[in-house]
């Protein structure tokens, strides 16, 4: 869905004005650089993330989840 990743990078452009861009939301621990150059707007180091897919607890209340934009096609 476009407009839920747009508000995904605008949370991201308002992240670098606070200072918090590349820290996870969950642990406060830096994320990896590949990832962020990956998926610019990741909210999650990729410990947090896979953690919280195996519980499905990160969802968006749009429906995008990293996973889901990123997944190979069957």
Do not use: T
């Amino acid at each position: 869905n476009e407009a839920a990743i747009i508000g995904k990078i605008n949370d991201a452009l308002r992240a670098i004005d606070d200072g918090s861009y590349g820290k996870c939301k969950e642990c406060g621990k830096d994320i990896d650089e590949g990832r962020l150059e990956a998926l610019p707007y990741a909210e999650h180091c990729i410990e947090c993330e896979n953690a919280a897919s195996r519980q499905n607890v990160f969802k968006s209340a749009q429906g995008v989840g990293e996973e889901r934009l990123f997944a190979k096609p069957v």
